[in-house]
């Protein structure tokens, strides 16, 4: 169920699962490159097949279903691929930046429990971000499995290999296996200047 937003004790609780953004971000490295521009033919390609059909709407209102049908006009496909960009390369007033990264928070009570217990936040984020997200995954996507696959099973066609690799340790008679299958908050648990300077540091992504 829905909690109650001005309980003081949720309000804490939701702090803690879902800490406020970062302050400080490191700045770009010197050598970043720009995107100068996207095919649009990619524009169209990742919003089809790689964005989430029936996602929620960010406070904005746009969604997948929303946005598709105007991509079939060369025009407006045109003018999204601009927008995303922009987006991609920080071409933004900070007034649309703060529209952008607003979201509506939604608090729900884990497991049937209450607000005491644990919460669940539900933050739909910007269509237009998600998109200019994807859009750079499929840029990278057949770099990032080289120097994730020992770290990160979920990239690329990883999740086969995990439960491959589950399930050939458990047919082995003297394997001892420990799997764990959920880790509390693992998303917020690291700053995200700490994983933007990971990622400046990687040669594959620069």
Known sequence: HVCDPTDPLTQQRVLEVHPQASVTMPPLPL??????WIDPRRVHFVLR????IGAAPSVDGWTRELLLPLLQDETCLL??????VSILNGRLSVNTQQRLLTVGLICLAKNGTNAQQCIRPIA???LWLRLAGHLVLHMVEDTIPSFLSEHQFGIGKGTERAVHCIRHAMQQQDTRLLV?????NAYNSIHR???LRRIYETEELK
């Open 49 to 52: 097949w790689r964005v989430a």
């Open 124 to 126: 739909p984020e910007s």
């Open 193 to 195: 200047s700490t994983v």
């Open 180 to 184: 764990c299958l959920d880790m509390r």
């Open 31 to 36: 050598s970043a490159p720009e995107i100068p």
């Open 79 to 84: 003018g999204v691929t601009r927008i995303l």
